[in-house]
């Protein structure tokens, strides 16, 4: 579905972005994860249009799309979510919801004033739409809280509401996590999953929980530096000694190393067979 070319994307000097190549096949739910700085988010935004880049090339289903602005590529059906979430804070969950499509009748002065007839059939259309998407959240509770008033989790969800609210082929999710606790974590978990095997979304996820990635990712995608460090399965990826390194540093995983060696060490002058534990160092039943 997605494919990235050779992707740039410099701020003078700075190279956020350093030739990274991937792809997003159909129908899978692929997990991008790295270090801080590794250039996931700033991809997101070039893929989805907020940046234009320095230079390589993107395409969906075939098509270029690269350097389309956000509203052309939300009508090709390619969505994006931010870190912190972007509600109207004073309007309600179910208002929130009924923003999200386009060209709707009202939106123009002229069908304001003479096809009121259309604008309430429609909008009692979307209104039911809304109310289907609250439901399959299991948020229908939230319909007139004021998105203002919800907590970090229940404003992702939302969000992934107005994801459901047009004909989304292609969802970009940024740290979904973030500021959420893990029986919400664990529903909007749940929601991705459905949407994905029931609707046939695609999702792509930036998230530093890997408990949450080794769940719902294959494959996941690492970026260091700017760059596409591995490609595999989940427990492929925590395996990978470039992963570690690039997740630890390698002064920090030297230290851990020394540590293990040095326990070991200590087992081993009372006694123990290493690895075996307090127990072998007793003479007891292993």
């Known amino acids: 579905m997605i494919r990235v070319e050779d992707l740039h994307k410099h701020f003078g000097g700075f190279r956020a972005v350093d030739g990274a190549s991937l792809a997003i096949e159909t129908g899978s739910i692929t997990g991008l994860i790295g270090p801080n700085g590794a250039g996931k988010s700033t991809l997101f935004n070039v893929i989805a249009g907020v940046l234009e880049p320095t230079s390589?090339?993107?395409?969906?289903?075939?098509?270029?799309?690269t350097g389309l602005p956000p509203h052309e590529l939300f009508h090709r059906g390619l969505l994006r979510t931010f870190q912190l979430a972007h509600e109207f804070a004073s309007m309600t969950v179910r208002e929130n919801l009924m923003m999200v499509p386009g060209n709707q009748t009202g939106e123009s002065l002229w069908g304001a004033w003479l096809k009121r007839g259309q604008i309430r059939e429609e909008e009692a259309a979307i209104r039911k739409r809304a109310d289907e998407v609250l439901d399959f959240l299991t948020i229908r509770h939230l319909t007139h809280e004021k998105a203002g008033n919800l907590s970090g989790g229940q404003k992702k969800l939302l969000e992934l509401g107005r994801t459901m609210m047009v004909d989304a082929k292609v969802v970009f999710l940024d740290e979904v996590g973030a500021g959420v606790n893990r029986t919400l974590l664990g529903t909007i978990g749940d929601a991705i999953t459905r949407l994905n095997r029931e609707r046939g979304y695609t999702f792509c996820v930036i998230e530093h929980d890997m408990d949450f990635i080794g769940r719902l990712c294959d494959p996941v995608v690492v970026m260091a530096e700017g760059r596409v460090l591995a490609e595999g399965s989940a427990d492929q990826i925590m395996q990978?000694?470039?992963?570690?390194?690039?997740?630890?540093?390698?002064?920090?995983?030297?230290?851990?190393?020394?540590?293990?060696a040095k326990e070991n060490a200590l087992a081993e002058s009372h006694g123990a067979q290493p690895g075996f534990g307090d127990e072998a160092a007793a003479g007891g039943p292993l």
């Open 240 to 260: 990978n000694e470039a992963v570690i390194e690039a997740y630890l540093g390698r002064g920090l995983k030297n230290k851990v190393k020394a540590e293990a």
């Open 56 to 65: 390589g090339r993107v395409t969906m289903d075939g098509e270029d799309i």
